[in-house]
């Protein structure tokens, strides 16, 4: 009975790990871009790179003594040898063959991934403005008529949990701001079944390639 429950704990767990979701959030504004990784309730920030310890300033003598082992270190290395240059490897033949033939295999990935990918959160605010008023007014135009064209794309092959999309127009502005958000993230258990699925589906496909090649070049070599 204590084993039963030991497993069920453990399969609790997994669980609850494979519902964690992982991913990014990327966001564009008057302060710059900020791109953030996502793990659960855990976030790190990418760019920009926190300023990271300063260095203390080298003393003279130090750098002296840097200076002097450099040059003895260049002093103490043997000449190189330019007559004995290295023959680039050829690789081996067919392998170029057998990579083409993961292309569906990839393909059919990309289709999965995209399926599963989460947009959590995807906002736009763009308010134009300008010194020309027709100028402005026919920008605001083609940026409706872009985003009419962007957003069904969106909406049939990704899942989109919140959206918010707002466009204006400011005469008061002498250029366009823009600021944006997206935030993108996919569950533990749904990275883990792609991977398995496919790299054991790109793993076979590897092999089966290889035995093909090998009893092509068998053939030939009886010939």
């Known amino acids: 009975m204590t084993f039963l ?15 964690i979701r992982i991913g990014g959030r990327v966001s564009y504004g008057e302060s710059g871009l900020f791109v953030t990784a996502l793990a659960g309730p855990f976030k790190i920030q990418l760019l920009p790179a926190k300023p990271g310890k300063e260095k203390k300033p080298q003393k003279p003598e130090e750098e002296k003594q840097k200076k002097g082992k450099a040059k003895k270190q260049k002093k ?21 063959s057998r990579l083409m033939k993961l292309l569906p295999v990839v393909g059919q990935a ?16 763009l308010i134009w403005g300008g ?11 083609r940026a409706n008529a ?22 204006g127009v400011d005469y008061t502005l002498t250029e366009p701001a ?7 993230t996919m569950t533990v258990g ?34």
């Open 76 to 96: 103490e290395k043997p000449p190189a040898a330019e007559n004995h240059k290295e023959e680039p490897k050829e690789g081996k033949p067919g392998t170029l």
């Open 5 to 19: 429950k030991a497993v069920l704990i453990v399969l609790l767990v997994l669980w609850l790990i494979s519902l």
């Open 178 to 184: 823009v600021k944006a958000r997206a935030a993108v």
């Open 110 to 125: 990309c289709g999965a991934l995209k399926r599963k990918i989460r947009i959590d959160n995807l906002e736009l605010e």
């Open 146 to 167: 872009a985003l009419g064209m962007l957003w069904p794309i969106l909406d049939n092959n990704f899942k989109v949990k919140r959206h918010s999309f707002q466009i």
């Open 190 to 223: 749904q990275i883990v079944t792609l991977g398995v699925h496919y790299g054991v589906k790109a793993l076979v496909t590897w092999i089966k390639s290889g035995r093909t090649l090998r009893k092509k070049q068998e053939a030939l070599s009886h010939e």
């Open 131 to 141: 010194a020309d008023p027709a100028a402005v007014a026919l920008s605001y135009g």
